[in-house]
């Protein structure tokens, strides 16, 4: 669980902050996500988007974690709802992008509820469900929204996705051997880093590893599985 922790937490504190959050803020907020992640509830994932509020945690990572988590339990979303009603500014904001880009029907009657701004209205109409799973992946942005789906669903193909991109990445690679990719190489230490530090991972990836053609079997375990150097 401590090294699983650290992960998240990682990835809490990554991407454009809103502000700079207290770093045993986003220990605590970490901690819980990690609970979520191994006794996933309604009434967890609820508590943990007003404790990412609270925490002024609000950035893309975690409204991507929030949006999958209230999409795979829609009841968080009308038990959110009434610490919702409280806030007020960035937090309000916040929270009613998450609602809209969560798109269950829980969280548009939570969202119908809200006293917002018409301008702020307008703009939620643009936005529809986020599905990163859906997405490619392009940056290590998308890597991050990857690993933050799977830590708010445990949805093995979040992990599967990013070893299916270092498959394309590293075809890619070898036609032009004097690129750098920073994506690829953003994707393998996340992979080996998170094996490292979750048994269940460990077991996704060399599951799917097993599953690929010879030529990438080869290439993944070299880049997943071989011992580094120093």
Same mark, same amino acid.
């Given at each position: 669980m401590k090294k699983i922790l650290v992960s998240i937490t990682v990835l809490l504190l990554s991407l454009h902050?809103?502000?700079?959050?207290?770093?045993?803020?986003?220990?605590?907020?970490?901690?819980?996500?990690?609970?979520f992640y191994k006794n996933p509830s309604a009434e967890r994932a609820a508590s943990l988007m007003d404790q990412i509020v609270k925490a002024n945690l609000m950035r893309n990572t975690t409204l991507?974690?929030?949006t999958q988590a209230l999409q795979k339990y829609p009841q968080g979303s009308t038990i959110w709802c009434d610490n919702i009603r409280t806030y007020q500014g960035d937090a309000?904001?916040?929270?009613?992008?998450?609602?809209?880009?969560?798109?269950t029907s829980q969280a548009q009657t939570c969202l119908d509820s809200l006293t917002l701004n018409t301008e702020l209205k307008n703009n939620l109409k643009e936005n529809k469900s986020f599905?990163?799973?859906?997405?490619?992946?392009?940056?290590?942005?998308?890597?991050?929204?990857? %690993?933050?789906?799977?830590f708010a669903t445990g949805n093995p193909k !979040?992990?599967?996705? +990013? /070893?299916?991109?270092? $498959?394309?990445?590293?075809?890619?690679?070898?036609?032009?051997?004097?690129?750098?990719?920073?994506?690829?190489?953003?994707?393998? %230490?996340?992979?080996?880093?998170?094996?490292?530090?979750?048994? !269940?991972?460990?077991? +996704? /990836?060399?599951?799917? $590893?097993?599953k690929q053609s010879e030529a990438n079997k080869k290439r993944l375990e070299q880049a997943l599985l071989a011992p580094q150097g120093n």
């Open positions: 902050a809103t502000a700079a959050p207290q770093s045993d803020s986003a220990y605590k907020v970490g901690k819980d996500i990690a609970v991507v974690w929030g309000l904001t916040f929270s009613a992008y998450t609602l809209a880009l969560t798109g599905h990163p799973l859906q997405e490619p992946i392009i940056s290590p942005a998308s890597l991050d929204f990857h %690993w933050v789906t799977y !979040a992990v599967e996705r +990013i /070893v299916d991109y270092i $498959i394309k990445a590293q075809t890619a690679a070898a036609q032009r051997p004097n690129h750098v990719d920073l994506t690829l190489s953003a994707a393998i %230490w996340s992979i080996r880093s998170n094996m490292q530090q979750d048994t !269940a991972i460990d077991e +996704i /990836v060399r599951k799917y $590893i097993q």
